[in-house]
């Protein structure tokens, strides 16, 4: 009978293993969160030697080995799906192994069933089993801790060099999980008090020292490898920042408010289910409370079921709350950190259903429940998955679609900067975010930055579209930095006179376009007051912008255009108005055809008047040699030497043929 009920417990695991893949797999999202973009293309486009992340070590490397061996068999798609497979496949496992866990602990196959459901079809479990995240494969080295945490048999140092094993494969998925230490000091002292009358302190002592050294050694390796081999750490700082990277962004963890207690509730809830996750919470606590009530069993049924249910609780107790103090503290509504915590709370649910009789109301109840928060979660995910509906996939085609590779994008985080090139081929960007990480949370290192871009976008004779978010960043960003809105205003203030608005339809956000520099050249030319408009200067000192672009020329000084795309044609004379404080008085403008070459026979020479006064110069063009063709750059030297005096140029302008 024993024999035929393990056979038994075994085919319910492999039909759950094999069911839960058809409920996974449909449902596979093609919304992707931060992280799951952030390795696909890191997998796609990195060697493996880069792919090492100090959080989740193996999760990079595995990506590429899936991707190579999903190429080897044919398969000629990216790395999403390949990752995806391997998370469904994980979690659909994990689910069997608990399964197993559970009745082991149990006896039973009722409570075994709905208790291993239970977190499989929890929003978080699902749908990170169904994403590119490496919780789902972290979880299952959890399970299979939990199963040997949990085995109601004396421990053995087999056992625990496993238990060293399995934990170490759940650290190198994610750093955090070294957490589980503490439960499993619990486990160990308990064994050490049972066990040391009849073993002995040192064989005790021995087999849980195989349980340290095999946990040391699966994750000190190849921590060691990338940091002194891969990366070529030298030095003990090095390596400390390298592992310590998320903790130094000051952007988790902090005091415990009421925000935190209000972030931790949503956190929970989403984790159980989106929406009514607290509902379901009530449920499954209504479920307890009718068994624990007394209700469905007999008082033989119960002294059975206390005998069948001899799980150490502390452990089980010590990982939810050495979990839950962590990541309550650290980001209380992230729903991914919580999915480490539903196997020990569904064997500790289990324990209570158990109280219940075979296949009573309670269980069925329990079973239902499950059901339907089923239900209500392939809605959501099924939704959430839908590319249709992805607010970030229609904001990064909607740029694109108004944009030209060549343009920048300016956008508020980081999701946007794996959108546009992952979807849209977009290569030329930079958000908000990005700039502040870059610069150590200063804004005027941040600021700095988004200036040389647009500079640099600008003299490349691009476009540039700006996030409204990005020029009025939400309170949160702007608190987290210790930033002021005056001061973002200041940064974008030299490109608000010619700042478009994109007119979005909602519900897109707000986007701003700073226009081409051919665009500019067509309309209304280059007027310097705030920003040199993407031309720039060389041989020059002193730069600034006061009442015009102002510098003091010193030998062969020349200001350069951005690039351009004008039909000779179409243009007739160029005016330039500036004013000119040196004794020089030879100014000369050069222009470029498709070659891009400046050289004396593409120019021509015009003559200063000899006052320090703004004049209009208007040079024409119609006559000009080489003035022909395609014009792709213009060169205006505004004395031919400089002698210590300002030249101040207020505006360059084009005449148009009628």
């Not at 309670?362 to 339907?372: D, E, K, M, Q, R």
């Amino acid at each position: 009978m024993a024999f035929a009920s393990l056979r038994n417990n075994r085919l319910i695991a492999a039909a759950i293993f094999i069911a839960l893949p058809l409920l996974y797999l449909p449902t596979l999202t093609q919304v992707h969160t931060f992280d799951a973009l952030s390795y696909v293309t890191s997998v796609e486009r990195k060697p493996w030697t880069e792919l090492f992340h100090p959080h989740h070590l193996a999760y990079g490397p595995l990506g590429s080995l899936m991707l190579a061996l999903s190429s080897a068999l044919g398969y000629d798609g990216g790395a999403a799906l390949p990752m995806q497979l391997v998370n469904a496949v994980a979690g659909a496992l994990g689910v069997a192994l608990l399964y197993l866990t559970v009745h082991t602990a149990t006896g039973r196959d009722d409570v075994a069933l709905s208790a291993a459901l239970l977190p499989g079809v929890t929003y978080a479990y699902w749908y990170y089993a169904i994403e590119i995240e490496v919780y789902t494969l972290a979880t299952f080295f959890l399970i299979v801790c939990l199963a040997l945490l949990t085995r109601p048999t004396p421990w053995t140092a087999r056992r625990c060099l496993a238990l060293g094993i399995a934990q170490g494969g759940a650290v190198l998925f994610h750093q955090t999980n070294v957490l589980l230490c503490a439960p499993i000091a619990l486990s160990a002292l308990a064994d050490l008090r049972t066990a040391r009358n009849i073993d002995g302190v040192g064989t005790v002592a021995r087999r849980w020292t195989r349980y340290a050294t095999a946990l040391t050694l699966i994750v000190a390796l190849p921590y060691l490898y990338v940091m002194l081999v891969v990366s070529n750490f030298r030095t003990i700082d090095e390596m400390f920042a390298w592992l310590m990277e998320y903790a130094r962004t000051g952007w988790w963890g902090g005091p415990l408010t009421v925000e935190t207690f209000a972030s931790l509730g949503a956190g929970l809830s989403d984790t159980l289910a989106q929406p009514w996750g607290g509902w379901f919470y009530l449920a499954f606590g209504g479920i307890v409370a009718w068994v624990w009530g007394g209700y469905s069993r007999s008082p033989d049924d119960n002294r059975d079921s206390v005998q069948k249910t001899r799980v150490a609780l502390a452990p089980l107790i010590a990982w939810l709350a050495t979990y839950g103090a962590f990541f309550a503290w650290w980001e209380p509504d992230n729903i991914e950190f919580w999915i480490a915590s539903l196997p020990p709370a569904s064997l500790l649910f289990a324990t209570a259903l158990a109280r219940a009789r075979p296949w009573s109301a309670p269980i069925w109840t329990s079973l239902a429940v499950v059901g339907i928060m089923a239900w209500v979660n392939y809605g959501s995910i099924v939704q959430r998955g839908d590319p249709a509906t992805d607010l970030q996939r229609l904001i990064a085609r909607e740029l694109a679609a108004r944009s030209t590779p060549a343009d920048l994008l300016i956008v508020p985080d980081g999701l946007q900067e794996l959108y546009l090139p992952y979807y849209e081929r977009r290569e030329n960007f930079l958000s908000l975010n990005q700039a502040l990480f870059d610069s150590g949370g200063s804004w005027d290192g941040a600021c700095a930055a988004i200036r040389s871009r647009i500079a640099t976008a600008q003299h490349a004779g691009a476009a540039v579209m700006i996030a409204d978010e990005a020029i009025r960043p939400p309170s949160r960003v702007l608190n987290r930095h210790g930033i002021t809105q005056s001061q973002v205003d200041a940064c974008f203030a030299p490109y608000r006179a010619t700042l478009a608005d994109l007119a979005f339809i909602e519900p897109l956000p707000s986007y701003w376009r700073l226009p081409s520099a051919t665009e500019m050249a067509l309309a209304d030319g280059w007027t310097f007051e705030q920003d040199t408009m993407g031309w720039q200067a060389f041989n020059v000192t002193g730069e600034r912008l006061n009442g015009g672009w102002r510098f003091q020329p010193g030998i062969d000084p020349a200001l350069v255009s951005p690039l351009l795309n004008l039909d000779a044609r179409r243009v007739i004379a160029i005016e330039i108005r500036m004013a000119n404080d040196t004794r020089a008085r030879d100014a000369q403008l050069f222009y470029a055809g498709i070659d891009g070459a400046l050289t004396e026979e593409h120019s021509i020479r015009w003559e200063l008047a000899e006052t320090a006064e703004s004049l209009t110069y208007t040079i024409d063009l119609r006559e000009a040699p080489g003035w022909n063709g395609v014009i792709t750059r213009l060169r205006i030297d505004p004395v031919g030497m400089g002698d210590g005096g300002e030249i101040r140029i207020e505006w360059v302008r084009l005449h148009l043929a009628p």
